[in-house]
Every structure is written in C-alpha cells, then in structure tokens.
C-alpha cells in the first residue's frame, strides 16, 4: 500500500460489499476549496458507504475529514465531482429537495450539541416534532425506545446540565437515529470521553447500526476504538485518499502514512513543521 496509489478493495471485501447491498454515499473526483484562490481541502476524492456498514474516515487535523461530511450534508457544494446520496447528487438539489434528503441522514455533533434549554426527553422528541405530525402518545412512544436503546430512557427528565458529557453524547445519539435514518454521520464521537463512555459510544454506534440496517460515517482521530467497530477505514492526507482498507489490512501495512498515524509518531510524511520560511531565513542568519 502507498499514499500515491491506494490499494482498491480486495476480493473478500468486494465479497462484502456485494452482500451488504447498494452504495448509499459515493463521492466522484471531488474537488474543494472554502472560496476562490484558497487552499485546496479536497482534490479528486472518490470514496464510497455502502449500505450496513460502519467506515471511519481519519487523518490528521485539517485535512478535510469535516468537510466531506458538510458535503454530504449539503452545506457546502463541490467546486467539481459528484456528491451522490441514494443516486441523487446532492450538489444540483434545490433547497426543497435538500430538505427531504437531510431528513434522511442523522448527524452526531462534536460534544453532542444538545439544546440546552430542552430536557433529555425534548432533545430527542425535536426531529420528531419537526419532521413529522405523529400523535404525542405515538412519539412519546417511539422517544422512549430511542432513549432505551441508549440506556437513558430512565433519565429523560433531565436537563443537559444535569448528565455527565458521556450521557450527553448518548443522548445525541438517540436524537441522530430518532427518525430512523439510512446514514448516520458521526463528527468526532469519541472526543473528549472518559475510557468507559468512550467503550460505550463505539458499541452502541456499532450496534445500532446493526439494529438499523443503516450506514455509519465516523470522523474520528481515535484509532483503538475505531478500529474495533469499523467495516473499513479511509486515511485523508493532502485532500486524497492517502490509503484505505480494513482495519486488519491497515494494522499491517507498513505505509509510511499509515504507520506514523497509527503509531503517533511526530514526524513523518505528515510534516512536524507547518511549511514556511527556513530557519536561516526567518532569523536572517547567512549561510556559507
């Protein structure tokens, strides 16, 4: 495996991706930057979510993995390629059609982003009240379950400010899948956790999907948990596909990209110093 030429799925994971069913998400060439003359986030990225499967996209701070999931989500639009949910790019659907699409899609915020002024219960009713006319015995129902499958159906009386950060994130959780959605987008989830609520996010991640029959997006840095949960895994490195695979391949693999991510090392392919003047330069030392 190198980071120019990642290696394509192999034959027992293209084995897999036929059993799971049909491509939820697939991003085509895409190219992007935030405005005109700006660096370059993305530069012909291809990647592709199947159905029923949990893919972790990772890779060092600022290298675009936030960016693919506003992509997804409609936020921003590709300067080139294709953003394609359920065989519908997402770059050409008018504000309406946009609507409907993110009704589809859950999303987990970093820190969970909870309304602070609502009740567990309400935070997880929100989706609900929004998107649908269902009767308040039915969605007190359905609220219940959601917060049940998270282990919190006994707390939803609470305020946010009365759980701990790790209730908070499963709270979040049940909000994301109140609706029932085929892709669960997951911004950092592991971010900030204590060890037993870090071990429990990634489970219930996995096994919701499980349950669901849904696709899950994780952004995440967090390499030990991920790779216990994840079908497969994307590196991003300079806005490409720097390598991919599973996470048995990529715990052999001895890519040099792969390796200093997976092993913490300081430098490396990914560079220690941000680039920029020499030091000779910048203190106007002459070198002879």
Known sequence: MNTSQPHSLNT????????LGEVVV???DV????????????????????RGQVVAVMGGSGCGKTTILRLIGGQYAAQSGEVLFEDRDIGKMSAAQLMIARRRMGML???GALFTDLSVFENVAFPLREHTDLSEDLLHSLVLMKLNAVGLRGARDLMPSQISGGMARRVALARAIALDPPLIMYDE???GLDPISLGITARLIRDLNNALGATSLLVTHDVEETFEIADYVYFIANGRIGAEGTPEDLSRSTDPFVRQFLDAAPDGPVPFHYPGKSLAE???????
Do not use: C, T, W
């Not at 910048?282 to 002879?288: I, L, N, R, Y």
């Open 31 to 50: 190219n992007f930057s935030y405005a005109p003359g700006e660096r370059q986030i993305l530069s012909g990225l291809s990647m592709e979510f199947r």
């Open 12 to 19: 027992h994971q293209q084995a897999v991706g036929q059993a």
């Open 109 to 111: 915020f970093q820190f």
């Open 26 to 28: 697939s991003i085509k």
């Open 189 to 191: 989830p592991f971010a």
């Open 282 to 288: 910048d203190f106007g030392v002459v070198v002879k």
